[in-house]
């Protein structure tokens, strides 16, 4: 029955959709928007590289489910459609998670060149004001 399952699973789309808007997107100085598209945008832009891997259900499910939370938390590619409120508080979230949290460990796992070096982490500090 199980793999009857993951066969039927496979009809089931799990499509990420990618609408880009330039104009919209943030504005950062060029190092710090390299960092964001290296590290953050997988999850939190509507400019998400697909693996191979994201038309295998389950694992497609899951990465759906970890790009859609992203998006809702945090995207870059909508920024300018935040109000100062939402961005100042979103930039105080973008300090604290930089040095806690994000990138997440299930991600850098398979992508090593998403993991944020003391120095990044501390420009992408720095560039929030929020020190």
């Not at 995207?75 to 930089?98: C, G, H, Q, R």
């Not at 991600?107 to 982490?121: Q, R, S």
Request: positive net charge; charged residues 30%; proline residues 4%.
């Amino acid at each position: 029955y199980i793999t009857f399952f993951i066969i039927v699973l496979q009809f089931v789309p799990a499509n990420i959709e990618n609408k880009q808007n330039n104009s919209l997107e943030i504005k950062a100085p060029k190092k710090v928007l390299e960092i964001f598209k290296r590290s953050c945008y997988d999850c939190h832009s509507n400019q998400v590289k697909i693996p191979w891997y994201q038309s295998i259900a389950p694992i497609s499910f899951y990465i759906k489910r970890h790009v859609d939370l992203g998006r809702a938390w945090l995207n870059f590619s909508i920024w300018e459609t935040y109000d100062k409120k939402k961005k100042d508080k979103k930039l105080e979230e973008i300090f604290k998670a930089v040095y806690k949290a994000m990138p997440l460990q299930s991600y850098t796992l398979i992508h090593k060149d998403a993991i944020l070096t003391k120095d990044e982490i501390k420009l992408i500090r720095d560039w929030t004001g929020k020190a």
